[in-house]
């Protein structure tokens, strides 16, 4: 009995090294230990790893990664990921000579970074650099899933197989939400198919779903919103009888406020439209607590608040 137990004492010591030595990658479960940076990079990842990886990501509700720092905690999180995951294009403006140091030591990806740049929009007033709000377009960000799925395979080539399908199934509840998301814009008539908010987030999906886009403060949050800015879009309004403007869960309302005054000045009532996810997923467990959730709460707050459907506590 007793020599039994050594040889599978011996044996179970053997299989464990193995294993830790085989993959080299992940703790000794074999779970691959991911970081992103936004909500909704984070989600893409637990869609395509499912039981096979543990997701951490650093931006929760509410955060804008424009200006989002590294704290020293994120730093550790990120020194002991087997690999991490971010938007790119500038979108974490802070967080590029952390990630940049990290890539140097692991496999780090940039989701934007898969798109031919013929697709990517690069707005006038942006130094040359491409938009980055990518994830507004549905069919643009299927686009990044192979490049998510061949780098898990690698670490995980036994479960590559799950990972396509997982893929698969992701790809295909994006492309039953841009149905919709076509179906549902184009219910709004085109003179009223505009979309103002604070910053510049929706320049994607205004080409894609064919609405017309102004916002505040431009691209990153990083620039300010000038007095002239909140004149000239108050009069655009005014003479365009848009009926409402939205405010976003990552930015504050205070520049939207500004401008729905200047409206009301001008002897029109323009409402705020409510609230609407642009840099940042919703609360966990929540309906905008997911990509898709939130992709679907925001076309449906803009298309019920542009036909003048609101409910009392959405106004
Ligand atoms: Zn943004």
């Known amino acids: 009995m007793k020599m039994r137990g050594s040889l599978l004492l011996i044996l179970a010591t053997f299989l464990f090294v193995g294993c830790g030595g085989d993959k080299d990658k992940g703790d000794s479960s074999g779970i691959l230990n991911l970081v992103a940076t936004t909500g909704q990079v984070g989600d893409m990842l637990m869609n395509i790893g499912g039981e ?3 997701v951490t990501s650093l931006m929760g509700p509410g955060i804008d990664p424009h200006l989002y720092k590294a704290s020293a905690g994120d730093v550790e999180r990120l020194r002991r990921a087997d690999a991490i995951f971010y938007n790119g294009h500038h979108l974490e403006a802070k967080m590029g000579e952390v990630i940049g140091e990290m890539g140097s ?35 643009l960000r299927s686009r990044t899933v192979d490049a998510v799925v061949a780098l898990l395979g690698e670490f995980d080539p036994e479960h590559r197989d799950e990972f396509d399908s997982r893929a698969r199934i992701y790809k295909a509840r994006m492309g039953e939400l841009q149905a919709y998301a076509l179906e549902q814009f184009a219910r709004i008539p085109k003179q009223q198919r505009v979309l103002i908010t604070a910053h510049d987030a929706f320049n994607y999906l205004g ?104 409910s009392h506590d959405q106004q």
Request: aromatic share 8%.
């Open 52 to 54: 096979r990886v543990r």
């Open 105 to 139: 030591r692991k496999p780090t990806l940039a989701l934007t970074e898969s798109l031919p740049e013929a697709r990517l929009l690069s707005p006038n007033d942006y130094e040359g650099l491409y938009d980055p709000h990518i994830w507004f377009d549905l069919d």
């Open 207 to 310: 080409r894609a779903y064919g609405l017309e886009v102004r916002g505040l403060q431009g691209i990153s949050t990083a620039s300010e919103a000038g007095t002239g800015d909140v004149q000239d879009l108050a009069t655009f309004i005014t003479e365009r009888r848009i009926p409402a403007l939205f405010v976003e869960s990552s930015v504050s309302p205070r520049a939207i406020e500004a401008v729905r005054a200047a409206v009301q000045a001008r002897g029109f009532d323009v409402q705020v439209g409510g609230e609407i996810f642009s840099d940042a997923l919703g609360d966990k467990g929540s309906p905008a607590g997911t990509y898709l959730g939130m992709f679907r709460h925001n076309v449906d707050t803009i298309v019920s608040s542009l036909l003048g459907e609101m």
